[in-house]
Nanobody, 116 residues
Framework: QVQLVESGGGLAQTGGSLTLSCAVSGIAFRLYSMGWYRQAPGKQRELVASINTSGTDTDYADPVKGRFTISRDNDKNFVYLQKNSLKSEDTGAHYC?????????WGQGTQVTVSS
């Protein structure tokens, strides 16, 4: 059974930092690319960052480039999102996701709220 469990969300101040974690089980984690998504209140879920299987190739949405870093630990089956220089628009539920043979698997999400 594939499971993705996010953690690390919470309340942060503008300009602060948070690190989100996603624990993955039930799959050969090192074989699959991973992504982090954010869903702001009243808006669609959108891709924030993605990482390939080995961690050597990453991609970021323009608003977070230079502020966020996605990484993974293929020995521990974790993917991380380091969020620095937080802005109010970084607020939202954050989800990790993978795709296996065309089927998407999502975690339950972790809420990040950024306030001044």
């Amino acid at each position: 059974q594939v499971q993705l469990v996010e953690s690390g969300g919470g309340l942060a101040q503008t300009g602060g930092s948070l690190t989100l974690s996603c624990a993955v089980s039930g799959i050969a984690f090192r074989l699959y690319s991973m992504g982090w998504y954010r869903q702001a209140p009243g808006k669609q879920r959108e891709l924030v960052a993605s990482i390939n299987t080995s961690g050597t190739d990453t991609d970021y949405a323009d608003p977070v480039k230079g502020r966020f870093t996605i990484s993974r630990d293929n020995d521990k089956n974790f993917v991380y999102l380091q969020k620095n220089s937080l802005k109010s628009e970084d607020t939202g539920a954050h989800y990790c996701k993978t795709r296996i043979i065309g089927h998407e698997y999502w975690g339950q999400g972790t809420q990040v709220t950024v306030s001044s």
